[in-house]
């Protein structure tokens, strides 16, 4: 099989990790007989550096000519203090915009190799976790209306919108809904009813959508302090959680944190196609920028969910998920997942050792 991938390294460790993820990829597809060509591609601060924004035309372009994309991170120090308009995360927020890849998911799992990586009590961990988290990613109070003013008696003052359609919760239902039939049939529905419209709009549009045509799906409704809470007291409770984009946001986080680190979580995005966007969740930790010790592994393991998700390689992506547990068994540990006992190694020599175990 031939493709194309477009590679937006971005900025941080970005290169780094995906340098990594390109390392497994070349692996499967010497492997399995493949052709993968990469096309590096600009984003984030580097793009704004480079050409004075953060998603220059070209990236948009070339993104939307590409089989997959696969993406670092983008952002850092250097870039907090520019305008809105002109940051580094407004590159992610745009790419994924243009690409139409209103459904992101994200799954937090704890690897046997890893259970004691897991900040909680031992009885918490010990049957596992497995949390995906699936993130609408192109609506809500990411891309609502938003501005600021100048209050007479408060001084300055910024407002932001959360909106959300029904056309926009019922797609993301479907994905929801999708995956639970592949799995437990349940769904934790995660939203602020008690407060928010835009969330009643949400768990009414959830339910009448899956009862209608997911009759065999479950879905029950968590508000979002409550399931922030229930991740730290009993995350085996859960399977899917659906959530808004910025709760899906904060609850993935945590959900990898749970799970050992966030050094170690993959995501996909998509839309109605199979051209997709892969990123790791983590962000571009510009404290350990260009030393050699960011853990490749999420990257790596959203090139896996690139494989299967956008190129329907199945196989190879058990391939990929099978190294990295082997290479976690064999007690090889990037800085972020060290324990003593463990070999410690850099960013490259992980990606190295998953490679030669394809
Ligand atoms: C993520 C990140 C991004 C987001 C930022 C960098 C814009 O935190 O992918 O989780 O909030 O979506
Ligand atoms: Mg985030």
Redo the contacts with the bound molecule.
């Keep these: 099989m031939k493709k194309h991938i477009a590679v937006l390294a971005g900025d941080g460790i970005g290169p780094e990790i995906t340098n990594g993820g390109i390392a497994v990829l070349e692996a499967v597809a010497k492997k399995f007989g493949h052709a993968f060509t990469f096309e590096p591609l600009l984003i984030g601060g580097c793009a704004i550096d480079a050409t004075g924004g953060p998603l220059p035309r070209e990236t948009v372009d070339r993104c939307l000519a590409a089989d997959s994309v696969l993406l670092g991170a983008?952002?850092g120090p250097k870039w907090d203090r520019l305008s809105g308009e002109i940051r580094p995360?407004k590159g992610?927020?745009g790419i994924r915009k243009a690409m139409g890849l209103y459904s992101n998911v994200r799954p937090a799992k704890l690897w046997k190799a890893l259970a004691d990586a897991s900040p909680l009590k031992t009885p918490l961990v010990e049957n596992g976790i497995e949390i995906i988290v699936v993130r609408e990613l192109t609506g809500g109070i990411y891309f609502g209306k938003r501005g600021s003013f100048e209050d007479g008696a408060c001084g300055e003052t910024a407002w932001d919108t959360e909106q959300y359609s029904v056309t926009e919760i019922e797609r993301i239902t479907k994905i929801a809904c999708e995956l639970a039939r592949k799995r437990s049939k349940r769904i934790v529905s995660v939203d602020k009813a008690n407060v928010l419209e835009s969330s009643r709009l949400w768990r009414r549009t959830v339910h009448s959508y899956a009862e209608k045509h997911y009759p065999d799906v479950a879905v029950s409704d968590m508000l979002v302090d409550n399931c922030a809470m229930q991740i730290v007291k009993n995350p085996a409770q859960f399977d899917i959680l659906l959530t808004s984009n910025m709760f899906g946001?904060i609850l993935?986080d945590e959900a990898a944190q749970v799970t050992g680190s966030i050094g170690m979580l993959a995501s996909s995005s998509l839309g109605d196609g199979t051209r997709g966007l892969y990123e790791p969740?983590h962000?571009s930790a510009p404290d350990i920028a260009g030393q050699n010790l960011a853990n490749p592994i999420a990257t790596i393991l959203s090139c896996a969910m690139m494989l299967r998700d956008s190129f329907g390689l199945i196989e190879e992506c058990g391939a990929v998920e099978t190294a990295v547990a082997r290479v976690l068994e064999e007690g090889y540990r990037t800085a972020d997942i060290f324990s003593a006992g463990m070999k410690k190694v850099g960013c490259r020599k992980m990606a190295e050792l998953i490679a030669e175990r394809i």
């Design positions: 983008v952002g995360e992610l927020l946001d993935s969740i962000g």
